[in-house]
């Protein structure tokens, strides 16, 4: 029973490896996709799934009054509320929602619905993928929320309610504004993946169980070895 016991924890040990090797293998082809060089939004959107990681450019206009403030949002480590925005793009088709970067929590409803419209901007940041659940279907401008809690680009649920409360279609790819100094107060900047556990940790933690269990083990046969040594002197 014990030895079965070390061959189950040694098991998971190996297995929190294993999954170290993948993950480390998964993030530096992320990364890779990130050092290549930028492409233009309509490329990326001919092959949603192929650019996610990848740096890319569009131009269009700001659609500031569909602007939505997110309180958590799991894509960002850094702290901050993040404020996302449509981008209508120049010559039409799906717009493309812009995460434009952080404030300070205690100034996220100060901001909300406070801004106005300007004219074409360039954005260039980090590709995420935006789970949009078949063909999208426009909302109603009249249902918009626009403070969340939370908000997941990954998750089909989030993004249906945020197409719900927008009148006009979204692209598959949300994109993460680089820091260029061109937005006052939000402060942008994209980040580079990392492993959300430690799978060493994990592996370490495993092995040590492992251990602790074979010396109990050990320990146990060898006082009993000493009782019935005893026993059979007496």
Same mark, same amino acid.
């Given at each position: 029973?014990?030895?079965?016991?070390?061959?189950?924890?040694?098991?998971?040990?190996?297995?929190?490896?294993?999954?170290?090797?993948?993950?480390?293998?998964?993030?530096?082809?992320?990364?890779?996709?990130?050092?290549?060089?930028?492409?233009? #939004?309509?490329? %990326?959107? *001919? !092959?949603?799934? &192929?650019?996610?990681? =990848?740096?890319?450019?569009?131009?269009? $206009?700001?659609?500031?009054?569909?602007?939505?403030?997110?309180?958590?949002?799991?894509?960002?480590?850094?702290?901050?509320?993040?404020?996302?925005?449509?981008?209508?793009?120049?010559?039409?088709?799906?717009?493309?929602?812009?995460?434009?970067?952080? #404030?300070?929590? %205690?100034? *996220? !409803?100060?901001? &909300?619905?406070?801004? =106005?419209?300007?004219?074409?901007?360039? $954005?260039?940041?980090?590709?995420?993928?935006?789970?949009?659940?078949?063909?999208?279907?426009?909302?109603?401008?009249?249902?918009?929320?626009?403070?969340?809690?939370?908000?997941?680009?990954?998750?089909?649920?989030?993004?249906?309610?945020?197409?719900?409360?927008?009148?006009?279609?979204? !692209?598959?790819?949300?994109?993460?504004?680089?820091?260029?100094?061109s937005e006052g107060l939000l402060r942008g900047g994209f980040e580079r993946p990392r492993s959300?556990?430690?799978?060493?940790?994990?592996?370490?933690?495993?092995?040590?169980?492992?251990?602790?269990?074979?010396?109990?083990?050990?320990?146990?046969?060898?006082?009993?070895?000493?009782?019935?040594?005893?026993?059979d002197g007496r």
């Amino acid at each position: 029973m014990a030895g079965a016991a070390v061959a189950l924890l040694v098991a998971l040990g190996n297995w929190q490896l294993r999954r170290l090797h993948w993950r480390e293998a998964d993030l530096a082809a992320a990364n890779a996709l990130i050092d290549l060089p930028p492409v233009g #939004i309509d490329e %990326a959107l *001919a !092959a949603p799934d &192929a650019y996610r990681f =990848r740096r890319a450019r569009a131009t269009g $206009v700001y659609d500031r009054a569909a602007s939505i403030v997110v309180l958590r949002a799991p894509w960002s480590r850094r702290a901050g509320a993040r404020v996302l925005t449509p981008l209508r793009r120049v010559g039409g088709g799906p717009a493309v929602l812009v995460d434009r970067g952080r #404030i300070p929590h %205690a100034r *996220a !409803a100060e901001f &909300a619905g406070s801004e =106005r419209g300007e004219g074409p901007v360039e $954005v260039a940041g980090l590709l995420h993928r935006l789970a949009l659940g078949g063909e999208a279907t426009p909302g109603s401008a009249a249902n918009r929320q626009a403070t969340w809690t939370l908000f997941d680009p990954s998750r089909p649920g989030p993004v249906r309610i945020l197409q719900a409360q927008i009148p006009y279609p979204l !692209a598959p790819l949300m994109i993460q504004r680089g820091d260029d100094g061109s937005e006052g107060l939000l402060r942008g900047g994209f980040e580079r993946p990392r492993s959300p556990v430690s799978h060493l940790g994990y592996a370490i933690t495993w092995y040590a169980a492992a251990a602790l269990a074979a010396g109990t083990w050990i320990g146990l046969g060898v006082q009993r070895g000493r009782e019935a040594s005893a026993r059979d002197g007496r």
